[in-house]
């Protein structure tokens, strides 16, 4: 997913906002259905604290690619 939709993703996460990031998750491609179950179980456990964290550890990746 691009950096900005990873950013607002964990705004929202951030925020605990739920019915938010359900939106933000039927954003995701239908071949990244895997992705889209795993982060609405995530939602559906209040875990937003991994959320974030995935979120945190893939931008950071993306990061290092850009400035290689």
Do not use: C, G, H
Not at 4 to 26: F, G, P
Not at 53 to 64: F, G
């Amino acid at each position: 997913m691009p950096y900005e939709w990873l950013t607002k993703l964990e705004q929202l996460a951030l925020q605990l906002d739920a019915e938010s990031i359900v939106e933000l998750l039927k954003q995701i491609p239908q071949e990244y259905n895997s992705l889209s179950q795993l982060l609405q179980t995530k939602v559906d456990n209040f875990d937003f604290e991994e959320i974030v964290d995935s979120v945190q550890k893939t931008v950071n990746e993306i990061r290092k690619i850009d400035n290689q």
